[in-house]
């Protein structure tokens, strides 16, 4: 598996004993998502994040050291979130009976929505990420998973004839996907461009690129 950063395990979401601590810990978790995925990293402050949790400054302290703290952890959480949806919904009874043309088709879909899950915290993570190698650690760890079960289904799907790298296909697709995603959500602009027409496109391309043309599934 090609990877520029090394594939390693996030950290273990915190545990606690009393109710109440476990609420106001994912009351600021939600709001830090939130005023993230508004703000941008470099903008939000922890004052914003407690105002939107509801709680005091000196609360938001006590569970986090600062607001890098608080954004790793809703890295960590959104990151893990969209590893576990990918692999689910790309696991091997969900695709059972699918032609090789739906197999695709559902995998593209399954990775642009998970890109467009929040496409404002996406554009913020991939920032972040340029800058502090534990948020790189972690969305590569994601990346990587995404892409070793991309490369398996066109292993499965293919000859080496046809497809004689697998991996770098794979890894050349998903940043396609994710790039996408990216115009699609409008981050870079209004393109005109739909999910749909998107789909269909990148579903073309993909076909074209993996089999050598775009036959329709008997």
Do not use: M, N, W
């Given at each position: 598996m090609d990877s520029d950063s090394p594939d390693v395990a996030p950290p273990a979401p915190r545990k606690f004993v009393q109710d109440r601590s476990?609420?106001?810990?994912?009351?600021?978790?939600?709001?830090?998502?939130?005023?993230?995925?508004?703000?941008?990293?470099?903008?939000?402050?922890?004052?914003?994040?407690?105002?939107?949790?509801?709680?005091?400054?000196?609360?938001f302290y006590r569970y986090f050291a600062d607001k890098r703290a608080a954004f790793l952890e809703v890295a960590r959480r959104y990151l893990e979130e969209g590893e576990r949806a990918v692999m689910s919904q790309l696991s091997a009874d969900n695709l059972a009976g699918k032609q090789r043309r739906a197999?695709?088709?559902?995998?593209?879909?399954?990775?642009?929505?998970?890109?467009?899950?929040?496409?404002?915290?996406?554009?913020?993570?991939?920032s972040a990420a340029l800058r502090d190698p534990e948020i790189a650690r972690l969305r590569a760890r994601m990346e990587n998973s995404s892409c070793a079960k991309l490369a398996e289904l066109i292993r499965a799907a293919t000859t080496r004839d046809q497809c004689p790298d697998p991996d770098a296909t794979a890894r050349v697709v998903h940043t396609a996907v994710v790039e996408n995603a990216v115009r699609i959500a409008g981050l870079r602009g209004d393109t005109?461009?739909?999910?749909?027409?998107?789909?269909?496109?990148?579903?073309?391309?993909?076909?074209?690129?993996?089999?050598?043309?775009?036959p329709d599934d008997e």
């Open positions: 476990r609420r106001t810990y994912e009351a600021l978790v939600d709001a830090a998502f939130r005023v993230f995925a508004d703000k941008g990293l470099e903008d939000a402050q922890t004052p914003d994040i407690a105002a939107a949790a509801g709680v005091s400054v000196g609360t197999t695709i088709d559902h995998t593209l879909e399954v990775l642009i929505d998970q890109c467009l899950r929040s496409p404002r915290l996406e554009a913020v993570l991939t005109g461009i739909s999910r749909e027409r998107a789909l269909a496109a990148l579903g073309a391309l993909v076909r074209r690129t993996v089999f050598g043309s775009d």
